[in-house]
């Protein structure tokens, strides 16, 4: 959680004070269903997720300088610095991919864990998106072969309860997303997804159900998004009573204090944490800064894959 917090502070600086080119969709706010979800996987179960998902990145473990580095276009990102924030592959890790079309990662999905059943693979594929892309055909197509084939796929709804400028509930007649699953007679919850706990617990079955045959499952974390859709957008439309009240439910100080409270940790463990997070960041920022962009030999090189000799 505070390593993704820390990268998502660090871009925005970043960015605020021209210090680098990115383009970024702050996931600042819903760090804890990253973090839940990506404990809760194994390095080798596949992550699919969104253009706002540098925090799932993060929680999948993708090393920072290949997330900066691909964000800013350099030759050391993931996807060698020709995908950019949309387009973020990382194999190592598992992420198969980020993807800038609304619900399109679900079918994705939904085929890598196709991939994973026919391959005799006891892989899990976990694919985040937002409450706006369950109101897509791709979302409510995913969802319908992941359950008539009973595919191992956990799908995490990040209900941030708003899609670019729109709240949720000006484009749907429910009133809890995770209702959505029964039209596929899917298991599943609605979490807190403020709560990294409640998030990891629930993934967690989610992926022991995948992992021996039990199908698909869909989780709702309700959440919120508190920079708004784009890195610069000054949310107008946006109550600023609503914005209060979500702070209010920040998940970075809310977990601190549980972990104080218990006993778990200390300040001083809390604050080294916190240290730790913020010299990674600077580390990677400084090695990617010092990178070179992509050579212009290689524009047409890992855009394409000839499929001859692969197997079917
Ligand atoms: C298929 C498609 N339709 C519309 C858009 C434009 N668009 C970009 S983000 C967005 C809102 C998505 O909201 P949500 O799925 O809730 O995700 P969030 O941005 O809140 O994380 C829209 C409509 C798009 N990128 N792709």
């Not at 990382?90 to 800038?100: C, D, I, K, S, W």
């Amino acid at each position: 959680m505070t390593l993704a917090q820390a990268v998502d502070a660090r871009l925005r600086k970043g960015i605020g004070r021209g210090e680098f080119f990115a383009v970024i969709w702050p996931s600042r706010g819903q760090e804890a269903v990253a973090a839940g979800v990506g404990a809760a996987l194994r390095r080798d179960d596949r992550l699919v997720t969104t253009y706002r998902g540098i925090h799932d990145l993060v929680g999948k473990g993708v090393p920072l300088t290949e997330i900066l580095g691909e964000i800013m276009g350099k030759s050391i990102g993931a996807s060698r610095g020709k995908g950019g924030t949309m387009h973020i592959t990382a194999p190592e890790q598992g992420v198969a991919l980020t993807t800038g079309i609304v619900g399109a990662g679900v079918p994705v999905a939904v085929g890598l864990a196709l991939a994973a059943k026919q391959q005799g693979s006891d892989r899990v594929t976990a694919v985040c998106f937002g409450d706006g892309a369950t109101n897509t055909g791709s979302f409510h197509e995913g969802m319908n072969l992941a359950s008539t084939w009973q595919l191992p796929v956990v799908f995490v709804c990040q209900n941030n309860l708003w899609a670019e400028m729109t709240p949720i509930g000006d484009t749907m007649n429910i009133d809890q997303v995770v209702d959505r699953r029964l039209a596929y007679a899917m298991p599943g919850e609605r979490v807190d997804g403020n709560d990294p706990e409640a998030v990891h617990r629930a993934v967690t079955a989610a992926v022991e159900r995948g992992r021996s045959g039990g199908g698909p499952t869909f989780i709702e974390a309700v959440t919120f998004r508190f920079e708004g859709h784009y890195f610069g957008d000054q949310q107008k439309y946006l109550p600023a009573e609503e914005l209060a009240a979500a702070k209010e439910a920040d998940p970075i100080p809310r977990y601190r204090q549980k972990l104080l409270d218990s006993g778990a940790l200390s300040a001083d463990e809390l604050t080294a944490i916190d240290e730790d997070a913020t010299a990674q960041v600077e580390a990677a920022l400084a090695e990617v800064l010092a990178a070179p962009a992509p050579d212009l030999a290689e524009l047409d090189q890992d855009v394409f894959v000839n499929m001859e000799g692969i197997p079917s």
